[in-house]
């Protein structure tokens, strides 16, 4: 199921930048998480590239290694938004 984690830092930057241009256009996710397990090749080098793209978030996403750890803190934090 998983390939490898390494995109090129053309890719990162088109990242980052349709996530400034949501942001501008006020589409800000309520909660996001990052599921990239330890054993995918690459995961190490681009876990912080890839939360680096939230800087301007108001908040960097989590890491997480199982999937259903990452559904588990999503639902929480939903649940917190919803209940504000």
Not at 34 to 44: D, F, K, R, S, W
Not at 47 to 71: G, M, W
Request: aromatic fraction near 8%; proline fraction near 6%.
């Amino acid at each position: 199921m998983w390939g490898g984690a390494a995109i090129g830092p053309f890719n990162v930057q088109l990242f980052a930048e349709l996530l400034a241009k949501n942001r501008q256009l006020g589409l800000v996710a309520h909660a996001t998480a990052i599921v990239l397990p330890h054993t995918v090749e690459g995961a190490a080098l681009m876990a912080p590239l890839y939360q680096n793209c939230f800087v301007d978030s108001t908040r960097i996403p989590p890491l997480f290694e199982e999937l259903d750890a990452a559904v588990a803190w999503v639902q929480g934090e939903l649940g917190t938004a919803s209940s504000t």
